[in-house]
DNA sequence: CCGCTTTACTAAAGCGGTTTAGAGGCGATC
DNA sequence: GATCGCCTCTAAACCGCTTTAGTAAAGCGG
């Protein structure tokens, strides 16, 4: 608990308590076959009794690799974590790390700005989160010669991008509200981040998702309301929804979270769900299974899309060329927060 | 997308390309008030023009800091992030680590050890999470002078360590159960992680709990099974629990995950949560409030917990001496899951 | 016993920064 | 006009490791 500073011990300690080079220490570790059979044993043997591990930014220097992928998060932290998507990225892009012996480390924008953030990891390279593809923080990563791998971007000509079938699953979603009667929509759209003043690509996809089934439906425009992705920012939502003029018998959410929000906030003020409000989500997170009612979704494959992304940075970083995937496939998962509208079910009995 | 191995920009290429050395180049960004205004602004605008970012293992090496926090996960990335636990901790960790412009290194076992994994990554210190406080990889970590601080482990004199009063509300949801009437319960624990061949300091802290309120109440022994910290995992417990001679009336489950696979199984099987089976989990995540019925749990400040280890971490590696704090209160939270024992039910009616 | 390859090991040159010690120029001081 | 100190700037050492080039000794066929 004192904190004293031990001096770590350095190769030249363990080569010294050997009586070898410092050569001889390095190659102990790096090219056994390089040495006799004793003096490898010796080596071994202080080295172990010193405790000496081999400093990883001097190693990292010499070989020009540090062993880390690094994840770079357009957000604070604290918010990003709150939304079990990131768990489900994190599982994807772990399993593939632990497999190639790569720690993971989280970038987040320091200072206020991603490349003060960038400067200070030491990373082979990097998984880009929801950054669009001109984004300034890439073009200093290229400068640099790191390989990126982007994640619910725009096409990029520069860089592979994973993404999902936003799109698909987004229309999927309104034309499942619209075939259950409800003309009355509100949409609930995820949040600019900081780099992003307007909309995040992956908002601007689900929103043409969205209107072009409620075009293709010739339904009435919906109302659309912005809100973070969490289950308070849904909440929030809703009850702004509830102050507009034309109330939504149905809402689209960009986010489970939201959706939740908007479920808990409906039932708290008395409406029952489905039956007076439909609500569906975006991204089959687990818990939409356990929620009450069961939160009907688009599934999107997140672990999967983790999965991948860090496959194809891999590779990059094994200096392999790569190509930009397809989008992966979504779908909707219907469950019990959806209904028929009420006209319709009035009209029907 | 080619992959094209650009060589970096170096502080010496700039040095050459404003027509000064080396150090002055560092002076511009480290130390500028060592530099006249001219050549400032020159050296910063070459730098700029070649997009020139110092190399941050190199950075790391001479400065003997690297501007990073690592945390050690004792387990796969895939089964630990499958836990929103560590999303709320990475949550307060997050918070101080972007704070005091820290990225943030996650370390889990690498090719079958921490003590490998340890080795390559370029950290100022770590976060234990669960490790035993005489494990051989904080040993490794002593020997090197990186400063850790623990976060749910036992009491360490070397060590300061982050503890909430795990044996104090399992004490308290075990008592809520008998004195609802509950004598037959059951206790699903906590798994042993790869360091902990028995059991995690966690899990026989509340474990302890458990048992003192039950013995203190003179119930017979509670049956217990071992679950993952999972849905599913809950879901196999329950089924196991349901082959067993006795049949518990409640169960308390060690963690959130494990009570609502629990819930969802005995509902599956045409029982009713609570009035067939009372549940009590542990963490009080935010999902256990979405849950049908909503969990009653124990509460445990998990986003405070991380806050504390990473501000007690953060005065470590800037040389303060560091104390324990105490035991962060836990407390529980009566949601809908728990509810009277069915002989004491209809003895009353 | 000589030249030739192997084997076992080492000296020294990087990797790309920071930092210490000091050099040179210039105005102020006496 | 010599001396001092300050302001800029630089050369070189250093951080701790890997790796290249090379040396000395041992093995070996002839």
Chains 1, 2 share one sequence.
Request: charged share 20%; with cysteine.
């Amino acid at each position: 608990m004192t904190g004293t500073p031990v001096s770590r011990v350095t190769i030249a300690d363990v080569a010294i308590a050997a009586g070898v080079s410092k050569t001889a220490v390095s190659f102990a570790f790096n090219n056994p076959e390089n040495l006799g059979q004793a003096t490898l044993e010796r080596v071994l043997r202080v080295a172990r009794d010193l405790g000496y591990a081999p400093h990883p930014a001097a190693r990292a220097l010499s070989m020009r690799r540090s062993g880390t992928m690094g994840v770079l998060i357009p957000q604070r932290l604290s918010t990003v974590f709150a939304n079990p998507f990131l768990s489900e990225l994190m599982q994807g892009l772990g399993e593939q790390c632990e497999e190639h012996d790569l720690t993971l480390l989280l970038v987040p924008p320091l200072d206020g700005s991603l490349e003060s953030a960038i400067r200070q990891a030491s990373v082979d390279g990097f998984i880009s989160l929801g950054l669009s593809p001109d984004d300034k923080a890439l073009r200093l990563l290229d400068r640099n010669g790191i390989p990126t791998v982007l994640v619910d971007s725009d096409p990029s000509p520069e860089h592979p991008v994973v993404n999902v079938d936003d799109r698909g699953g987004a229309e999927e979603a309104a034309r499942h509200l619209l075939e259950l009667g409800h003309t009355q929509l509100a949409i609930i759209v995820l949040p600019p981040t900081r780099s992003q003043l307007e909309t995040t690509p992956t908002a601007a996809r689900r929103m043409a998702g969205y209107e072009a089934a409620i075009a293709g439906a010739g339904a009435p425009a919906p109302e659309c309301v912005t809100a973070g992705i969490s289950v308070e920012a849904g909440a929030r939502a809703f009850h702004q929804l509830r102050e507009g003029v034309r109330r939504p018998t149905a809402v689209l959410a960009m986010s489970d979270m939201a959706a939740i929000g908007v479920m808990s906030a409906a039932r708290a003020s008395g409406l029952r769900v489905p039956a007076d409000l439909s609500v569906v989500g975006f991204d089959d997170l687990p818990m939409a299974a356990w929620t009450y009612p069961p939160l009907t979704t688009v599934h999107q494959p997140i672990v999967e899309k983790g999965r991948l992304a860090a496959r194809l940075l891999i590779d990059r970083m094994n200096g392999r060329k790569v190509e930009s995937p397809q989008p992966l496939a979504t779908s909707l998962v219907v469950r019990g927060s959806t209904s028929k509208a009420k006209e319709v079910v009035s009209r029907q009995t």
